[in-house]
DNA sequence: AGTCAACTTTGATAATTCTCAATGCAGACA
DNA sequence: TGTCTGCATTGAGAATTATCAAAGTTGACT
């Protein structure tokens, strides 16, 4: 893990991160203590349970937001896509809530939890896109909640896999690194399952899979199919 | 349903509503218009899609949050309580993101959008309040995605109950205003699976039920039951 | 008291999903 | 190039859960 002093003002993620509504020159007066950080792929961030220092913001490649049970059973309750912010879990909360994985080489920015916070009271717009993110994190958990509980295995990872996809929009073929693990884990499925629905899809040619890429020839076939498997 | 205008200032709730931290003054001077509702159990308050107009503080009562699936199924989102928000799903939204449901004969106060955000722009206090409100409704939104993902029905139901009875620790004897029904499109289970479980709980003598309460003697026990019958 | 409607329970059977075990596959590395 | 390790696939049987159908219960209303 490599760490340098990182420079806001001239980020190619700005516009996606919570300085979006700033200023160039809000920017350079943040005053804060941004480190730029490189971590390799499968490296936990941080820990389940312990004390919250840092919140990042995930510039480059994929991360798992996991929570563990004592009966052995993990689940993925979140995956994020660069732009997204991970470790700010509330504004006094004090252990961090998940544990937090790289699912792919990454880049990120760390901030000092303290001075965010403080920054969100100095600066509306921070405070504002803080907010945003969190009604967008309660949206996507509501809907996660209702893929898991009212749907069948097959359309939850028809659903998911077109989302996915969907967040890449500018490439035919989008990157992959879940594993049928992952996707379990994330579904609530056992890896067989999954791996066995993947099979389906790909026979069916609804699927292609390819050196960590994915492709969906068409979307609205997949749901389709998974959707009349079953009522 | 009746609708009176309401006296913020001696509400009883208001030491757990969003206007907890404001001092008598700021109270009588809010100047927004805050009605009292009372509508009847099953009463739909607002309808999934529905342009959101306005926000409402349960007061008394229990209400679902339903979201409706194409292929007819129904998922419990959120179950409230007294002192919970509701129809406040962002601040920019403009449609309401579930449909809300009486289980009970419910008291509300009904607050206009538009006056409550302007409120939270000009009152800290009330921010924060909101604020508060939503990570919490986040952090059980993630909580609930772990309980459908990753526990199997009998531990799901265990969990549930004790949270709900944990909700009324005054009384000896829960309210339990919920139908196997609701159960079942809360937890993601049919009514009749939720009715065996609560058969079995009912039978080993780790749950009693009686017009409408219910009753855990000791919690631990029930969780320990429902963890065993499956690692 | 009688009737109705809504909810609950129970049983039998089918569908779904999990578990365990074995095998196949591909990239990392010596 | 061989080997090794982690991941994916496949199969078979078991466990879990859903579905369908039929009674049973309860409470409200007449």
Redesign the interface.
């Known amino acids: 893990m490599t760490a340098k002093h990182s420079d806001c003002v001239h980020c190619l993620m700005r516009g996606r991160s919570i300085f979006a509504g700033l200023s160039r020159e809000e920017v350079c007066e943040l005053g804060m203590d941004v480190q730029d950080i490189h971590v390799p792929a499968g490296t936990t961030i941080y820990h389940e349970g312990d004390p919250a220092q840092y919140a990042y913001t995930l510039r480059q490649g994929g991360i798992k937001l996991v929570?563990s049970?004592p009966?052995?059973?993990?689940?993925i309750?979140?995956l994020l896509h660069h732009g997204d912010l991970l470790g700010f879990?509330?504004?006094r909360?004090d252990r961090h809530?998940?544990s937090a994985i790289t699912l792919t080489g990454t880049d990120l920015c760390r901030l000092e939890l303290r001075a965010l916070d403080a920054l969100s009271q100095r600066l509306p717009a921070v405070r504002?896109a803080i907010?945003?993110r969190?009604?967008q994190?309660?949206?996507g958990?509501?809907d996660?909640?209702?893929e898991?509980?009212?749907?069948k295995a097959d359309a939850r990872l028809a659903t998911f896999l077109c989302q996915w996809v969907g967040a890449y929009p500018q490439q035919r073929a989008a990157p992959f690194p879940l594993t049928r693990q992952d996707l379990g884990?994330?579904?609530?499925l056992s890896t067989e399952h999954v791996s066995r629905i993947m099979a389906d899809l790909k026979r069916h040619g609804l699927l292609h899979e390819h050196k960590g890429k994915i492709e969906i020839p068409d979307p609205r076939n997949l749901l389709l199919y998974a959707?009349s498997t079953s009522?």
């Open positions: 929570k049970l009966n052995g059973h993990a689940q309750v979140r879990e509330g504004l909360t809530r998940h504002e907010f945003a969190w009604q994190a309660l949206q958990a509501e996660r909640i209702v898991l509980g009212a749907k884990e994330f579904l609530g959707g009522a």
